[in-house]
Every structure is written in C-alpha cells, then in structure tokens.
C-alpha cells in the first residue's frame, strides 16, 4: 500500500506536548545500560596497541612473547583482518583505520590487539609485543601537507577532480567545486569587497561515553555485537563485510549512547573485538580509555579558508567566492566538499565559486561531527558577511536579510530551494528583545546563520498492539536525543491514543529490517514517517477486525479518536469499539494486530537557522565569557518541543566549546600532548548562560505532520556568532578557532 | 529528454561538460545511462550520488520519476553526524 508523506496541515492532539522521557528515570537512577554496561559470560578483556609514531612504516610484529603469556587468549594483528574488502577503496580504508596494514599513520593508530582473562594480564601483553617500525616524516598542518615538499602520506594518491591528472602524488587526495554565475564580473561590480583568511582547528565530538562494545562468535560462524552506537545495522554492515560473514549471521544489538555527535557512525575497535572473540572462542569487551577516543576515532578536520565577498553601495552581493582546505586525516574524505557546499548557502547570489581540498594529514581520520564541515564554512563566510556590512555600513542583520536565500533561489550548491525558513529566522532575530538589550565594557554582540542539508534514508518501524491495548512500537534508529518520546507521541497522534499507552524501544539487527544510522538528523524526521505509516496499517487491521466483530463491512467503519465507529444510518446503534475492546478480541479474529512499514524517507528539507551571542573579554587575561546566547531555527513542527530546544541548546554549547576553547594540539613529534578532559577542555555548566531558544514551525511539505530535522544546524552558526561578539567586544577581527585566551591576547598587541 | 546539472568533480569525470541531455525517465535510467555515455563517473555513482529533483534531495529512491521540466541536479551523496 503507498504511503502518502505530504504535508496535511492537521491538528495535533498528542505532538507538540512535553511528556517525561521513557528512558528518563533509567537514566538517571543509573539502570540503563550504556556500551560498556553489557557483560556475558567467560568474558575477556580486549586491549590495543597503538602506535607512538605520527608515521612509521611497519616492519615487523612479533606477538611470540605475548601470546606465551599465561592469561592470554589472543592475539591479532592486520594479519587476523585479511582484506575482504574486493577493491572497495572506502571499506579498506575503513579496514586500514581498525588496523594499520603496512604503516602506521597517526599516533594511536591500532597496530595489535590481545584478548586476555582480565585488564592487568591484557595490560602486560601489550609490552610483550614488539613491534619494528621505520620512522617516516610526518606532517599534520592542513596548509603544510598541500606543500609540494610535504611527506606524501600514500603514493597512490593523485588529486581527484583536476584535469589533466597530476604527475605525482601528492596529500591533495581531491578537489572539488561548485558555483554559478561569473565571479570575476561580479567582483568587478562590487563597491566594495572583504578578503580574508580563517583558520579553525581540530576538534573532538567530545562524547561523554567512550567507544565500548562487547562481541560474541560462535564456532558455528554466528555472532553477536553489543555496541554503543549511532548505527546498528550500518555497524552490522561493515563488521560483517570486513570479517567475510553474512550479515543475517551476526546481531547487533544498540545500547543506550552517552553522546556520538557523528562520532559513533563509524566503526573503530568493533571489528577488532569480533576478530579478537572469532580468535579466542570467548566473548570479548573492547572499551576504549579517553586518551584512546581522542588519539584515535572522530575528530572533525582541522580547515583553512580563504573567502571574498563583494557587494554594492546598497548592500547586494554581487559576487561571493571561497577556497576551504580541509584535513581528512591519512584518508580520503568529503570534508571540504561539504564545506564547498555548505558555505554561502543561506545566500541569493548571483556569481558564487567555492573550491575544496581534501587533505590527507598525520592525524586520526577525521569523521562526521554534527552537521560535518558546515560549522568552519560559516565561520569564515559568516566572519567575512559581517565584516562587508560594517564596511559599507549597514546593520548586519539587515544586510543578511537583504541577501538571503528565498523560495526558488538557486543554491550555491546547485539545486532552486522550496520553502525554506532563512528569512523567517532571521526577522525574528532583528525584532528579538536580545538585540535590544545593551552591552557593558568589554562587551560585545555578534549574530550569524547557519545552513544543514538534512537526511531521510532507509527506515524501517514494526508497531504491535498488546492483547491489553498497549502499544509497543519497535524502531530502528538509534535513541540519541529523545526520539522513543517523540516517536511514542506520533504514534499516539495516529492512532488517536493516550502518550501513556505507547513504549518505545530501539529494536536489534536481527528484529527489524534495515535502517540507515541516526545521521544527518534524520532519527525523528524518518522514523516519525515510518511510525505513522505503520500506524495506519494498524488502522486498516483494526477497521477490518472491528468489521468482524459487527458483522459489517468494512467500508462502513472509520477510526476516529482511537476508537472504531460504524457509519452510516443503518449502523447507528453501534457503540465504537475502543482499540483495547479490539485488541481483547484480537485472538478471535484473525489473531495478532500489527503495522509495519518499510520505507525511503525522502524530501527531508533543508534548515536554518539565526544565532545571536554577547560576550565579555578580560582585556587582561585573553578570556572570553558568553553572557546571553539566542538560537533561533525552524524545526518544521516540534514534535516533543522540550527535546527540539535541548538539540537547539545543545548545540551551542557544543559550538561555544569549539569557539573558545577546543583544540588538538600536536607537537613537533606528531603526537598529541592533549587527549584528555583536562587538557582538552569542553565546556561546563558554569561556563554556560542559559542558552534561549525560539522555534519557528515553517511546515516541511514533506512530511505528514511538517517535520524537519533539528539535530544538527545548531552546531552551524556558533563558530562565527562568537567570532563576530569577541570581534566586536575588542575591536580586531579574530579569524583563528578557537579564540583561546592565548589567541585574543595576541590580537590585542598585533591590533 | 531531461537537462542533468553535474556538480564541479563529477563534471570533470564527464569530460569538463556541467550539463548533460540524457533520455532517461527516472533516476535509475539516468544512472544507468550516465554510466554507459560516460565511462568515467561509473565510481561516483558507486561511491554515491544524491539527485536533487526540483530542489529535492533524493539519496535512495531510483524509481523516482522525473516531472516534464524538471530542475535535475547531481550532488555528492553527503555523510551527516
């Protein structure tokens, strides 16, 4: 039966409210089971060794010694992960990533691996193992890597996306461009023209729960995967690739997930644990320790960008252009294609070029971190934007509104927009009481937007009504942000039933069909489809059930309010049926009631959204306070509208943390002296202002119910609403992330 | 007959050409035809391409018809966090 997705303009009974969370009290009393909460059997304790050398060429392992060890029960190197992967460049490079083959990239990259009876014994094996490396240059500055005299990470190398191909190889795995119009003429037109070039470093996710997971194989070649992660049957896709079984043959099961941010849609340790347990006959616990999440999984890249914009005396740009250089770790990645994409899409521009280079570099691979790439873009367009307007004097968020991006404006990256929410966000920015309010000494304002794709994808949802009327509705997608409220809600609404009466849970590899990962925010938007989709088909079975019980037909019988009525004159006195009378007598007529759906959840819409910040800088020490933070973003409909503005806070806090203070830093060795929470500092509840928040509801025409995905464009706008506040506050342009006491200082004496 | 837009690295694959005239119904065909007319972009459609069809993203559907007139755009098939 087809699903129709359009938007229908409704009224909601259930979305829209605030009900407590399912999975609340669990945890927060401490009984939900997070990755590294699982434990089974004869378990062993899987630990990795990893390389101390930013690049090393791996001559030799010899595992003798600590395989002899009493206590060990296995050992493995890339030897144990043949490459299965049949040409596929991404899945080897994934496999490279688990474990270094022939050299060792990165420090902390994985070059060995024991499963042993207990941490200690784990622990001593690991100095038994000795490995022969040849120390090679490194590199591990994004700038310094395209240089022509740079150690050349893989010789295999040549710039994709350049014609005539490059005769040698070089770090420049790709370039890639977008655009439109004449950007030289425009220029030419232009009154005036700001040029600039920004930096922003690299930056972790910062999930508060490390990596863990938990792997069982039996000698039958069947297994089971206990994980933390944004992606279950993604998970159970690669692992099952990179180990040669079948897919049907290995279970994955998700638990509870303290954070992932794009962090935990790949795979790092979880194929290593699978070849440890396939090696030992024991299951296996794999955790990583912190100082392992950052040495070696998902950091975002670290960018430099170059961007001019030109505009005319009454404030038209006229032409926009940009160069963004994005490390990709010692991998080929897409990080500076989105950032190409990404940058000047909240605007109406005639002539606009952007250019992207991937950059391989001596750091760990860099992965998805919410809303990938968009963050440094905008900071270095948003940086530039502002800069134009004061230069020709114009308030900046009239300036922005005047360029934004409408309905059939043609994207910098290619497409014409539908309705979108650019405008509208920003509207509400300029009659905001915030940019009223006044600013001390010391103080500044800064306001910028901020752009996401979003995603639909693979969905795939089973909803079953207990013999009681309960309803328990199994998804796919993983839990990240309170999408088993959002998810009961909507199947509530459809069904026309209390929130009370619907539990949520996040179903196995093995219970469901497949389901792409919580990514690109798209768990609500997707599943919801999905939810109401099965709840319809539910509907149908219990139309026709209820047909039964009367004796009519079907077509005589409508649902309405959760309950099945006879229409119609000659059915006048039947009383409706409520979904528990239905379900009590489910049994006598045609046993289980259930709805399934399995779908492509497209037309996901794009987002954006306006950020306003004031700050104060200690002209003294270099540091920067946020006083007052406004998110404004159009969510399409607000499902749950407390979890809608928790994303919204969320990811400012996020983005203040990568403004002010988050930074890998390297030393000349190439390794990192800061991978810890010390020294590596997120922010805190104290270093926060309550972050408020105004959603708009423009309807997505995609969806049933308008939704649109909010989990990532929060993070899009901070980077350079901050950099535009201290810019203001101490009267220099920052053009370096994150503007660390140290950063602001040095501005201060160079301005 | 449909107008494809191919974005910046794929249009290089295609022999520096920004637009191609393909006839082709859906997006499977279009896939299928671009394959055959050009050798080159055969890994980006394996590694993945979004078609935006009036300003729509689609990463999945292949059985997605083109309306008559259609604005048709090949993107990268994006990751999100």
Avoid at chain 1, 246 to 257: C, F, G, M, Q
Avoid at chain 1, 358 to 380: G, H, I, T
């Amino acid at each position: 039966m087809g699903f129709d997705p359009r938007y229908t303009g409704r009224n909601f009974t259930s979305v829209g409210t605030r009900p407590v969370r399912p999975d609340g009290v669990d945890k927060v009393t401490g009984r939900a089971r997070y990755g590294a909460d699982f434990n089974m059997t004869g378990q062993l304790v899987g630990r990795v060794l990893r390389s101390p050398h930013a690049h090393a060429r791996i001559k030799k392992i010899n595992t003798s010694k600590a395989e002899k060890l009493a206590g060990v029960k296995a050992v493995i190197t890339a030897a144990d992960l043949p490459d299965l992967t049949d040409g596929d460049a991404a899945m080897y490079a994934i496999l490279d990533n688990c474990m270094a083959r022939e050299k060792a990239l990165y420090d902390g990259h994985a070059v060995a691996a024991v499963a042993a009876v207990d941490a200690r014994t784990a622990k001593e094996a690991l100095k038994l193992i000795a490995v022969d490396y040849e120390v090679l240059p490194h590199v591990t500055d994004v700038d310094e890597a395209m240089k022509p005299t740079a150690p050349v990470l893989d010789d295999s190398v040549f710039t994709e996306g350049v014609e005539p191909r490059p005769a040698k190889p070089s770090n420049i795995a790709k370039r890639s461009q977008f655009g439109h119009g004449n950007v030289e003429e425009g220029f030419k037109q232009a009154h005036s023209i700001v040029e600039r070039s920004f930096k922003t470093e690299q930056t972790h996710q910062g999930y508060i729960e490390p990596h863990a997971c938990v792997a069982s194989v039996s000698s039958d070649g069947t297994a089971d995967l206990w994980v933390c992660t944004q992606g279950h049957f993604v998970y159970r896709q690669h692992c099952a690739q990179l180990l040669g079984m079948d897919v049907s043959k290995l279970r994955v099961t998700s638990s509870e997930i303290g954070g992932g941010f794009g962090g935990k849609t790949h795979v790092w340790a979880e194929p290593v644990a699978l070849a440890l347990s396939r090696k030992a006959g024991r299951p296996v616990k794999l955790v990583m320790s912190r100082e392992e999440v950052f040495r070696a999984s998902g950091p975002t890249s670290a960018t430099s960008i170059d961007v001019k914009i030109g505009s005319r005396k009454d404030g038209t740009i006229t032409a926009a252009s940009a160069t963004l250089r994005y490390s990709s770790g010692p991998y080929l990645g897409m990080w500076a294609e989105i950032g190409a994409m990404t940058a000047f899409a909240c605007y109406k521009l005639e002539n606009v070029r952007t250019v992207g280079f991937e950059v391989l570099v001596n750091r760990p691979k860099s992965a998805a971190y919410r809303a990938p790439s968009a963050p440094m873009a905008a900071f270095a367009v948003e940086s530039a934007i502002d800069e134009l307007a004061k230069t020709i004097g114009m308030d900046a968020v009239q300036f922005r509104i005047k360029n934004a991006a409408q309905e059939g404006t043609q994207s910098s990256y290619g497409p014409v927009y539908g309705p979108i929410g650019i405008g509208p966000t920003l509207e509400a920015a300029k009659s905001h009481a915030h940019m009223k309010a006044k600013l001390g000494k010391n103080q500044g304002r800064g306001m910028a937007c901020g752009f996401w794709f979003n995603f639909g994808g693979q969905t795939c949802t089973d909803l079953n009504v207990g013999i009681d009327g309960s309803v328990s509705l199994a998804v796919g997608t993983v839990d990240v942000g309170g999408s088993r409220a959002s998810l009961s809600l909507v199947a509530a609404e459809e069904l026309g039933i209390p929130y009370e009466q619907v539990k949520a849970v996040v179903a196995d590899t093995a219970s469901l069909g497949y389901n792409d990962m919580t990514d690109g925010s798209r768990g609500t938007f997707s599943s919801s489809m999905a939810t109401i989709s099965a709840a319809r088909n539910a509907i149908r079975t219990l139309r026709e059930r209820a047909a039964q019980m009367w004796e009519i037909s079907v077509d005589d019988v409508i649902w309405e309010s959760g309950q099945a009525v006879a229409k119609g004159r000659k059915h006048g006195n039947l009383a409706p049926l409520s979904l528990k009378e239905i379900a009590a007598a489910a049994g006598n007529t045609g046993g289980p009631i259930a709805g399934h759906s399995e779908l492509v959840a497209d037309g996901a819409g794009v987002s954006f959204a306006t950020h306003i910040c004031d700050v104060e800088v200690d002209p003294d020490t270099g540091a920067t306070r946020v006083l007052r933070y406004t998110v404004i973003q159009d969510a399409g409909k607000a499902v749950h509208p407390t979890y809608v503005e928790g994303q919204y806070q969320g990811g400012a806090a996020q983005g203040i943390g990568w403004a002010l203070n988050e930074e890998y830093i390297y030393g000349k060795d190439g390794r990192l002296q800061n991978p810890g929470f010390l020294d590596y500092r997120i922010p805190v509840c104290s270093d926060l202002p309550m972050i408020d928040t105004q959603i708009l509801e423009i309807p997505n025409p995609n969806h049933p119910y308008g939704v649109r995905g909010v989990g990532e464009t929060s993070i899009v706008p901070p980077l350079a609403a901050i950099a535009n506040a201290v810019s203001n506050a101490v009267g220099v342009r920052m053009t370096h992330i994150p503007m660390s006491p140290p950063r602001i200082l040095a501005a201060l004496g160079a301005g | 007959m449909v107008e494809v837009t191919l974005w910046g690295a794929l249009g290089t694959a295609a022999g520096g050409k920004s637009k191609v005239e393909i006839e082709a119904k859906d997006i499977r065909e279009l896939f299928r035809k671009l394959a055959e007319q050009h050798p080159a972009l055969e890994p980006h459609i394996q590694r993945g391409i979004a078609v935006a069809i009036n300003g729509e993203i689609y990463r999945d559907t292949w059985s997605k018809e083109f309306p008559a007139g259609a604005e048709i755009f090949l993107l990268p098939r994006l990751a999100g966090g």
